[in-house]
């Protein structure tokens, strides 16, 4: 089994693995739109896996994979020829930085919403990544603890239906 299932007691299981969840502020969402901390529904493909190679080790996954560097961001101004892309810092465009001082960032699942083809304002920058150490929620990324999606990760997690 490949893909991950959000319940609606806020748990995320996959298999027989049963997680702890952060999601959106706002809840799931229907009508996902750019800044509402809303996670959006549906199935969401993982594209592939970023990581802070200094921090932890290359995670085990058939996804495409690659370190972060510093000067990593994406793109989430609705106004730019960017959006919802990864970028090279500095840039224009309003952006987040991938390399963070917390945590958060140190594994990173690209999930596939709002990119193929991209829509203005539709939202962007939709992860799975660490959750903060009280499952403070997110912006509408889904988060786990760094055990948890790494365990997922090396077991095949490739989609989540929210």
Same mark, same amino acid.
């Given at each position: 089994m490949?893909?991950?299932?959000?319940?609606?007691?806020?748990?995320?299981?996959?298999?027989?693995?049963?997680?702890?969840?952060?999601?959106?502020?706002?809840?799931?969402?229907?009508?996902?739109?750019?800044?509402d901390?809303?996670?959006?529904?549906?199935i969401?493909?993982?594209?592939?896996l970023?990581?802070?190679?200094?921090?932890?080790? =290359?995670? &085990?996954?058939?996804?495409?994979?690659?370190p972060? @560097?510093?000067? $990593?961001?994406?793109?989430?101004?609705?106004?730019? *020829?960017?959006?919802?892309?990864?970028?090279?810092?500095?840039?224009?465009?309003?952006?987040?930085?991938?390399?963070?001082?917390?945590?958060?960032?140190?594994l990173?699942?690209?999930?596939?919403?709002?990119?193929?083809?991209?829509? =203005?304002? &539709?939202?962007?920058?939709?992860?799975?990544?660490? @959750?903060?150490? $009280?499952?403070?929620?997110?912006?509408?990324?889904? *988060?786990?603890?760094?055990?948890?999606?790494?365990?997922?990760?090396?077991?095949?997690?490739?989609?989540?239906?929210?």
């Amino acid at each position: 089994m490949s893909r991950a299932v959000l319940r609606p007691d806020g748990m995320l299981q996959f298999g027989r693995m049963l997680c702890r969840v952060a999601i959106g502020r706002a809840g799931v969402v229907q009508h996902k739109q750019e800044g509402d901390g809303g996670t959006p529904a549906g199935i969401l493909t993982l594209r592939k896996l970023l990581y802070r190679a200094d921090r932890i080790a =290359r995670p &085990r996954s058939k996804l495409p994979t690659e370190p972060i @560097a510093p000067e $990593d961001g994406w793109c989430d101004d609705p106004s730019h *020829a960017d959006y919802n892309r990864q970028i090279r810092l500095p840039h224009t465009g309003h952006h987040e930085e991938l390399w963070r001082r917390d945590a958060v960032y140190d594994l990173v699942g690209v999930l596939g919403w709002n990119d193929r083809p991209v829509q =203005r304002g &539709r939202g962007s920058a939709i992860f799975i990544h660490v @959750a903060r150490p $009280d499952f403070a929620p997110t912006e509408g990324c889904l *988060a786990l603890s760094l055990d948890d999606l790494a365990a997922c990760l090396s077991e095949g997690l490739m989609e989540i239906e929210v």
